[in-house]
Every structure is written in C-alpha cells, then in structure tokens.
C-alpha cells in the first residue's frame, strides 16, 4: 500500500447534519465501522434545515463539506435527508472525495424490501417535496407505489423529548393517517430524527408494516465504498487520540447531553465554530 | 424643522424578527403609526431564535442591524422575543439608532395591569431562561410574583398552521398547567408568534386571565419614541414610493403566502438576501 493510500486509511470520516438526528448515523457507523474515526460536525445555530429551500441547504452544506474537507476527512457522510435531497448532487460535484447521503441507501432497501410494492416515506417538507426517495425507489423498483407525507412536528416533539407522549402519538397518527388508503407494507423513516420514534410508529402502524431506518444502510455503504477505494481502518493505528470529535454551530453543552442520551460512548466535548465565517 | 431631521422624518422604521413572528408587531405599527415606512427582515434561514444560545443571538442580530442600518432606517424595532431579550441591549451600544424591543413594553403594561400581583409569562426557551421579563417587572412592580414557561412547541404548531387544532390545545394546555397553583390574573404572550394563538389560550385560561400582547405596546412606545427625537412620519411625503418593504434570508414565496394572511395590506414582494455575506 502507498504511504498515500496508508494516510487516507487512518482519516477521520467526516459526518455532517443540521444538528442531533445524524448522530443516529454516526451511531450506527460506531457499531458497524468499530475502527474508523470519526469528525462530526451539527449545525445547530442553523436547525432545522427541513423547511429551508435547495439554495440555502446547498450553501450551508457547501460551507460544512469545506470545514471537513480541513480537518482532513477521508470521505463524507451527509446525514441529514433534507441535505442529502438537495445538496448532495452540487457537493459531490465540488468536493474531490467520496461523499454519501442517506437517501439513497434506504430507498434502495425499501425497494427490496417490500412485498407489494406499496412504501411510504416520512420526512421533512424539503424530503417530501424534491419526490427524491420516489425518483430513487423507481430506480431500483419501477413501478412501485410510492406515498411521501411530510410531517414537519415529529422534529420539534423529539427535540421536546416527548418520544412516547400522547400528543406524539396522536400527532404521528394524524400523519400516518395519509398512507391509510395505499395499504404500504414498508415505511421509510426519512429524517435522521425519526428513528428516535419508531416503537411509536410501529405500534400505531402495526407489525405488517416494515420500517426502514437509512441510517443503518447508510453506514454498510459507507464500509463498502471504504473497502472499494482501499481506505478501510481496521483501528490498528490511532495516531490522534480522539477518535470521535464533535463540533458545533451552537450550544454545545445541550448538544453534549443529547449525543450522550444515544450514543454508546461518552463524548467529553463538542467543540463551538462559527461555520459561516 | 432642519434638512437633516426631516430627512430622518421620512426614513423608514426597521424591524426585525427571527422569521414571521414579527409581522404580529408589524401589523400593529401599520395600524397605529399608518405614516411610517416600514423596512422588515425575517430572518427565515435561521429560525428559530428561540433555542439558540445568546452568543449566537447577538451575532445575528448585529448582522441584521447592519443591513437595516444600511438601508436608511431612523429606528428600529427588535421584533423578536429572545433576540430583545439576548441582543437589544448589545446592539443598542453598537448602533447609532434609536433601538427598541418588545419585551419592556409588555412587561411594563402587565405590571400595571395586574390586580392580585400574579403574572404568568409564556415564551421560548431562550426568553424564560434570561429571565429578562421577571427583572423588567419587578422594575415597574416590585414584589409581583412571576412565573415563567418555555413553550418551544408552539411555535411549529403555528408554522404549521394548526392555530385552533385539538393537538394545540392539548400542548397548549399542558404549557399552560405550570400557572395552576400561581393564581395568575395577567399571561404575556411574550414570543411573537403567540397572538396567532389568542383564542385558544384564552379559552384554556378562562376570562379572568388578561391576556397581555406585547406587539400593541411597542407600537406605543415606538410613537412615543419619534415624537420624542421629533421624527415622527405624519405621512405627508412618501418619496420612496414602496411604503412598505420586505427582506428574508429563505424562502421569499412562503413568507408572502404567510404575510397576506395576516397584514392589513397586500406585499407585493419579499426580496432574499445573504445576510450573513
């Protein structure tokens, strides 16, 4: 191996989101990628991205690959499905590396996954509104039934905290309600927060339905694309001593407390830069 | 009347608001100030302000002061809750303007108003955490006792449309809970987004409840303000042609949409600008 091959191998990936629901994805790629480093950037002076238009989602997402790009990331993951919907094409364009959304990873899934072709995605209006995960699923599965629902209040009752709460529940129900007439047998939980609800959605669903979480697809194509440009880290070398590092937009205490409410380590600091300086 | 005042007569009054919430104080400077130009930015790239740290406040509103100032302004109103409550007195030494916000209106109104002493305060997590509107009325009332509520779920409800929907008033009511054993005879919807909820909170409360809105105030005190620097715009010359104009970092169309639907009058256009460039 080359020693420039043998340096990008023990890079930190760098994983991005408008603020605490990518940390569902990063959990996933520390339990999958047990060995990889990892550089998380939330973007929380900016939260939330769900309701902003293409333009703004391209320009901060721009702004986020630039800073990671610094910190000497291997390749990126954008897990936000907001961002991923819009900006990933325009940052993969721009920036010489690997990058990866979550979308197309679990559209890809579901389109396997399900047995009638019926699937339903929830999401943020921007998710819902660029027909992304339909545009995708109709790649791998033409002819599938597709049925998005944005559900703009699942974000702020699971900032809230409110994961199992009555209000939740009939909130969730009321969304959920649209895919009453297509008979889906596989929901895709298309924003990064939404996994934090699935015993909530599963329950009001039923156990006919499938849920698709991207997250846990997202960090198996993250290990295929690793092994197939060669930069895989089995952890064999950890030349920095932190191998997680997290930095913020805005308050980091709340943002620390929250990532140690999900994550299977301990974070010990998430550090505050201004992103759009 | 020298040139240099009366052209400050003519100049526009800014305000400024994390996104919509501010047009609730917009509309009362219309009604009660029907001469003044009006230049508003809605800073809708970034909402909300209301779980952001004050640092982050304070940088964004100097941004946004900057632009009004740039366009001509002789004053302007800090339409925003947790931005007056984070940010007006930092920009009011920054800037050579006469800078007002909306939270010593509407404290000062409640501590006249209330019979038994008792006033509740309803805001975003940002406005009760500083604590500001307990220390604005004890200036003007020592010994009320106040009580303080973040209600950060209210204002998606009202992004969302759901102003008189059974889940508001759920949410609304649990919020609302935290004055059962206070005895309150005055609320202050002290977030600009709450007179949208007026009814239904005044249904939850009961009619014993004087329910305070600050926007009413402040285009009070923004009268007694020009009329005191002399500056006050009878309406009598009307240069510029638009009377009123309005600037958004995101999402023009929206912001439009949602100002006809409470303005008096018809917006034309809402002009997107980078503010942070």
């Keep these: 191996m080359s020693q420039s091959l043998d340096n990008k191998k023990y890079a930190p990936v760098g994983v991005f989101d408008s603020g605490v629901g990518g940390l569902t994805v990063a959990r996933e790629i520390m339990r999958q ?6 550089v998380y950037f939330g973007d929380t002076a900016r939260v939330p991205y769900g309701s902003k238009s293409r333009e703004t989602i391209i320009r901060y997402s721009r702004q986020i690959c630039r800073f990671l790009q610094d910190k000497g990331v291997k390749a990126i993951v954008v897990a936000c499905n907001t961002a991923s919907a819009f900006a990933l094409e325009q940052v993969s364009l721009e920036f010489p590396l690997p990058i990866i959304g979550v979308v197309e990873p679990g559209a890809k ?9 019926h699937i339903g995605v929830i999401g943020t209006e921007g998710t819902i509104g660029s027909q992304i995960y339909t545009k995708t699923i109709h790649v791998y599965r033409p002819g599938a039934e597709v049925v998005g629902k944005p559900c703009p209040l699942l974000v702020p009752l699971v900032e809230e905290g409110w994961l199992k ?3 939740t529940i009939e909130v969730a129900q009321r969304y959920l309600s649209a895919f009453q007439e297509s008979d889906i047998d596989t929901l895709i939980m298309g924003c990064t927060h939404y996994p934090l609800l699935r015993s909530t959605l599963q329950r009001i669903l ?9 997250a846990y697809e997202t960090a198996q194509e993250l290990k295929a694309l690793l092994t197939e440009h060669g ?6 070398k950890d030349e920095a001593g932190l191998q997680y590092q997290f930095y913020v937009s805005d308050a980091a205490e709340k943002f620390k407390s929250f990532a140690n409410s999900i994550l299977p380590c301990e974070i010990e600091e998430a550090q505050l830069i201004h992103i759009d300086e």
Excluded: K
């Design 206 to 214: 039923g156990d006919r339905v499938n849920l698709v979480n991207p």
């Design 231 to 236: 930069i895989c880290n089995d952890g064999g």
């Design 165 to 167: 709460d009555s209000v």
């Design 33 to 38: 990628l047990p060995g990889e480093r990892i």
């Design 109 to 117: 899934v579901a389109a396997l996954a399900t047995r009638n072709g």
